[in-house]
């Protein structure tokens, strides 16, 4: 690796002053899963690290009935996975905190620093888009708030400022009677890539759907939102034509690479597949059903 | 022939054995006699220091002076080798030496037993360092990293590598070689 | 400018002080500053687990850590799972169940499965293969180890019942 400097603030003011000194060369290490292995191999050239673990906002995870969840930038899986309150009321976020990775990157690994990767077949995006997450960006000028959907803006690239860091995702409290579900194909059972990931967020009024967002990963040079999936959902009954209707449209949004993974016409195949699956899953826990289990197929 | 019965009869004993009690393969030829080793299940006599992390490997080892290599992989499987260039590497400071298949001798296309059976041995030459064409994509496997020195080193030359496979689509330049293993 | 960074931290037991530069992994300061050779590097990313240690009771890759990072923190190597006089269960096991052939994975697959047990004292194969997913081993093959653990988890709760 390239010389480093280091440095662990202690408070976000500290934070926002490091990262105002040294712009675009500073990048925040959490979990540092992503970030020591792109600076190991040369991806990325940035000579000033921020830990920003040591700042106490930064791993909190906040639950309010009222204002909903609150997780800190750099709060790492296995914590997020072993709230009960995450368990209880996000259990599509669940799915994926405790699939991340083996057991030792879980223990580091971190639900914003998967944001801020911006990985095309990120696991955690397509389920915080669902959610309707907003990112809690801090910089200079304080704090701005962005969609999770706008944050990735190409292969690795976000939408962060050169003086701005992730200091929180907030996740809005779940309707009523809804329900949320992440799956993802890979080729084995741990340990692997998304060859497609679908993340959704589905509300029931009565036997009708009310609301539902639709994200997939790995089709697409980002994370995809794909609100033609919910629209082709939302003031009809749920009815197996209508999911149906809805993974062709998450099929039809997808714009697939070929690569060693899979085939562009495979993975467009596969998100039909998977966005059904998902949402039948949800439905289910949107009437109140458990649903636990493997959430990839292979 | 003798020879050839001898074993028959004994996989026939075995076998009658084997009826009796039901617990053994028809064709698992048993010892009529208890040896010391063959039959038992000693632990092995290295054990005690891999499962304490006392055993020392290639690695693990430091001698003073020593100098420390890295290895250039291809980041391309099935790639033409156009041109390496090593100058930027060996002008860097504390680069003891740079080595590609160009510095080792031509060994000519005859076909050798090299203790695993028959081989081609302009094969195994390319297995070594590659020359004309890398044949695989290579996994990042270190050795040590003590000499960040070299790492950087042989990063230089894979920027250059990489540049030119923007340039020529087709012919993918790279380099290929082996590293120090960590497999004792 | 370029300046060492002077870091405190528990390692097996004992409060240790050491020098390292902010680039260096954990990894790396642990067997090149510390000698801590047990602890080894196969993939350098992450995937092959080799070079798990426990950090504040979590399993971590070392190499997907900074060295500066543990600064106060307590770390356990595969050094420290033995006591001074005789091997951890887990380790007997591992050499009586012939988990072990080359032994690069041994260390790594040692620290987690410990880490499993204390938490989990009686884990189903699955926990155990779930728990494990992020070590690989090349020669002994999965089996062995995973009975080994298991062997290991009943001799320890027969030690404690």
């Known amino acids: 690796m390239h010389w480093i400097d280091y440095a662990a603030p202690q408070s976000l003011d500290e934070a926002v002053a490091l990262f105002r000194k040294h712009g675009a060369d500073a990048r925040a290490l959490a979990g540092g899963t992503d970030l020591l292995v792109q600076l190991e191999d040369g991806r990325r050239r940035n000579g000033f690290v921020i830990d920003i673990k040591k700042i106490p906002q930064l791993t909190a995870i906040d639950w309010d009935p009222v204002k909903g969840l609150t997780l800190g930038a750099a709060a790492p899986c296995y914590q997020i996975a072993a709230n009960a309150d995450v368990q209880e009321h996000y259990p599509g976020l669940h799915d994926v905190v405790e699939m991340i990775g083996g057991t030792p990157i879980q223990g580091r690994a971190s639900v914003g620093g998967n944001l801020c990767n911006a990985s095309p077949s990120a696991d955690s995006i397509p389920v915080l888009i669902a959610y309707g997450a907003i990112a809690h960006i801090v910089g200079p000028d304080g704090v701005r708030h962005l969609p999770v959907e706008e944050f990735c803006v190409a292969p690795g690239k976000n939408a962060l400022g050169e003086d701005e860091f992730l200091a929180a995702l907030h996740l809005p409290p779940p309707d009523p009677h809804s329900g949320a579900r992440y799956v993802r194909f890979i080729p084995r059972n741990e340990m692997d890539i998304a060859v497609v990931g679908v993340g959704v967020n589905v509300t029931l009024d009565g036997d009708k759907v009310s609301a539902a967002r639709v994200a997939l990963s790995a089709v697409a040079p980002t994370p995809l939102f794909v609100p033609a999936a919910g629209a082709a959902l939302v003031g009809h009954p749920v009815s197996d034509e209508t999911i149906a209707k809805a993974a062709q449209a998450a099929a039809d949004a997808a714009t697939p690479i070929d690569d060693m993974r899979g085939t562009a016409k495979y993975r467009k195949h596969l998100c039909g597949v998977m966005t059904r699956r998902a949402l039948e899953a949800a439905v289910k826990r949107a009437r109140g059903e458990k649903v636990s289990g493997p959430v990839h197929d292979v | ?184 | ?161």
């Open chain 2, 1 to 184: 022939m003798s020879t050839t019965a001898a074993p028959t009869d004994k996989t026939k004993a075995a076998s009658n054995g084997a009826g009796s009690n039901g617990n053994f393969e028809h064709n698992m030829v048993l010892a009529k006699e208890r040896y010391n080793i063959v039959g038992t299940r000693p632990v092995r006599h290295d054990g005690a220091d891999k499962v304490t992390g006392r055993a020392l490997y290639g690695a693990d080892i430091k001698l003073s002076g020593m100098l420390e290599g890295a290895v250039l992989r291809s980041p391309h499987a099935h790639a033409r080798i156009v041109s390496i260039d090593t100058s930027e590497a060996e002008a860097m400071e504390g680069v003891y030496a740079v080595v590609t298949a160009a510095d080792m001798p031509e060994s000519g296309d005859k076909i050798v037993d090299i203790g695993e059976g028959d081989t081609r041995l302009s094969y195994v030459r390319g297995n070594v360092l590659a020359h004309d064409k890398v044949r695989y994509c290579g996994p990042r496997h270190r050795g040590g990293r003590r000499c960040q020195h070299a790492r950087r080193a042989a990063g230089l030359r894979k920027d250059q590598g990489r540049l030119r496979a923007a340039q020529s689509r087709d012919h993918h330049p790279g380099c290929h070689g082996r590293r120090r293993a960590c497999h004792p």
């Open chain 3, 1 to 161: 400018m370029q300046k060492k960074v002077s870091v405190q931290a528990t390692i097996n037991g004992e409060s240790q002080q050491f020098l390292c530069e902010p680039r260096q992994s954990l990894l790396e300061v642990l067997r090149d500053e510390l000698d801590l050779t047990g602890v080894k590097e196969g993939c350098g990313d992450g995937n092959c687990g080799a070079c798990t240690v426990e950090l504040d009771g979590r399993l971590v890759c070392s190499c997907l850590v900074l060295g500066v990072e543990v600064d106060g923190s307590s770390l356990t190597t595969v050094e420290g799972v033995a006591n001074r006089h005789e091997l951890h269960p887990l380790q007997q096991c591992f050499l009586e169940d012939a988990a072990l052939q080359c032994g690069i994975c041994t260390p790594g697959f040692l620290v987690a499965a410990k880490n499993l047990l204390e938490k989990n004292p009686n884990p189903s194969e699955h926990e155990i293969r779930l728990h494990l997913a992020n070590n690989l081993c090349r020669c002994t093959g999965y089996d062995k180890i995973v009975r080994a653990v298991q062997h290991a988890a009943e001799r320890l709760n027969s030690v404690s019942a």
